[in-house]
C-alpha cells in the first residue's frame, strides 16, 4: 500500500520560504513520478512541479518557476518542495503525488498561507 505524508506547511509572510516534505512509503520516489499539486480556495487544483528519472527531469507551472525547486532524496524516500519569494497567490493546500504503472496516489496535504 502506498502512503504519502506531506508536511513542512504553515503560515510565511509574502517574499518567505517554507520547505514542503513528502515522504513516501509502498513506492520508490526514484521509480516514479512524483508531483506536487496545490488547491487555493474556490480554485481548480493546478501542477505545480513534478520529478522524474531518479530526479534526473523536473517540471515547473509557469506560476512558480524560479521561485519553486523540487528535489528527491533517494534513501529517505522523500520528495521537497523549496518554495522561496512566496507570494500570497501561492497560498493554497499543497498535495503530494507518486504515478506509478498501477495508478496514483495522493497525499492528505498540508497547509501553506502566505500573508501580505
Known amino acids: 500500500e502506498v502512503h504519502l505524508e506531506e508536511s513542512g506547511g504553515g503560515l510565511v509572510q509574502a517574499g518567505g520560504s517554507l520547505r514542503l516534505s513528502c515522504a513516501a512509503s509502498?513506492?520508490?520516489?526514484?521509480?516514479?513520478?512524483m508531483a506536487w499539486f496545490r488547491r487555493a480556495p474556490g480554485k481548480a487544483r493546478e501542477g505545480v512541479s513534478c520529478?522524474?528519472?531518479?530526479?534526473?527531469?523536473?517540471d515547473y507551472a509557469d506560476s512558480v518557476k524560479g521561485r519553486f525547486t523540487i528535489s528527491s532524496d533517494s534513501v529517505k524516500n522523500t520528495v521537497y518542495l523549496q518554495m522561496s519569494n512566496l507570494e500570497v497567490d501561492d497560498t493554497a493546500v499543497y498535495y503530494c503525488?507518486?504515478?506509478?504503472?498501477?495508478?496514483?496516489?495522493w497525499g492528505q496535504g498540508t497547509q501553506v498561507t502566505v500573508s501580505s
Open positions: 520529478i522524474r528519472r531518479h530526479g534526473a527531469m523536473s
Open positions: 503525488q507518486a504515478r506509478t504503472a498501477w495508478g496514483d496516489s
Open positions: 509502498g513506492v520508490s520516489v526514484d521509480a516514479s513520478i
